[in-house]
């Protein structure tokens, strides 16, 4: 029951004991960071890779964290982030700096489902005259499936593509 229908309901009642009262209550758990209120617990992931909790206060601290999308609910998601992110890095380094040309065959690793959405692959792909804006693009086939070789198919479905569950 929220409050406010308690309220409704039994807003006449005097309150006996209102640290009865307050024990009860819970706040409605934040479902963005965008949501957040002073006081609020969440975690931020630095430009180091080192994941910290630390309190909302919505200052412009607070805030550039969040607009830089480096703010996150819980210490699990900053550190999948970081796995992500050194991954993108590693494609970057791998790729070795090829940029996207029009109208050629622009190699890039993707990944797919082959079942209904099982049994996930990682696959490279080719991109002639769409480019996507976050795509890392490798001069080759064989560049890009040496990536591949070199990161590990698993660590990228489980942390880069977020299409495998983490193991216990």
């Given at each position: 029951m929220k409050l406010n229908e308690l309220i409704e309901q039994y807003g006449d009642h005097e309150i006996k004991d209102l640290g009865a009262v307050k024990a009860m209550l819970e706040r409605p758990k934040t479902?963005?960071?965008h949501d957040l209120k002073?006081?609020?617990k969440y975690w931020v992931l630095y430009s180091h890779g080192g994941v910290?909790?630390?309190v909302f206060k919505g200052d412009t601290y607070d805030k550039n964290f969040i607009k830089c999308g480096?703010?996150?609910l819980t210490e699990e998601a900053a550190i999948k982030q970081r796995k992500h992110d050194e991954i993108h890095?590693?494609?970057k380094r791998l790729a070795g700096g090829y940029e996207f040309v029009f109208g050629?065959?622009?190699p890039f690793i993707s990944s797919i489902a082959r079942d209904h959405w099982s049994d996930p692959a990682v696959i490279v792909t080719k991109g002639i005259y769409h480019k996507n804006a976050n795509e890392i693009y490798f001069e080759s086939e064989e560049a890009a499936q040496k990536a591949i070789e070199e990161i590990?198919?698993?660590r990228l479905l489980r942390d880069y593509f977020n299409v495998l569950e983490e193991e216990e």
């Open positions: 479902k963005t960071v002073v006081g609020d910290n909790e630390i480096y703010s996150f890095e590693e494609l050629e065959i622009n590990g198919e698993e």
